[in-house]
């Protein structure tokens, strides 16, 4: 059974830094895409930024420069830097396996002086 868990989230003042931690469990995350999403209030939840089983990333335009998706094998883990945060960033952030159903429970990042 697949299991994520996602962890991190907080209050940050705008321009402060946060790194979300996504356990994995059930999957091996070397041979998996990765990705984290997030949805924040009343609007659809939008992809952030996904990590392949090759180690290619990608991001959305918002957050380019700023955030970083990262995975470490041995700790079947899947991490996203988050530097220079903004208000826009207040969302619960979500990691998932690849395109399929398996999502973890989320994680609220508030970003508010």
């Known amino acids: 059974q697949v299991q994520l868990v996602e962890s991190g989230g907080g209050l940050v003042q705008p321009g402060g830094s946060l790194r979300l931690s996504c356990a994995a469990s059930g999957i091996i995350v070397s041979i998996n895409n990765m990705g984290w999403y997030r949805r924040a209030p009343g609007k659809e939840r939008e992809l952030v930024a996904t990590i392949s089983s090759g180690g290619r990333t990608t991001y959305a335009d918002s957050v380019k420069g700023r955030f970083i998706i990262s995975r470490d094998n041995a700790r079947s883990a899947v991490y996203l830097q988050m530097n220079s945060l903004k208000p826009e960033d207040t969302a619960v952030y979500y990691c998932?396996?690849?395109?399929?159903?398996?999502w973890g429970q989320g994680t609220q990042v508030t970003v508010s002086s």
């Open positions: 998932r396996q690849g395109v399929s159903n398996n």
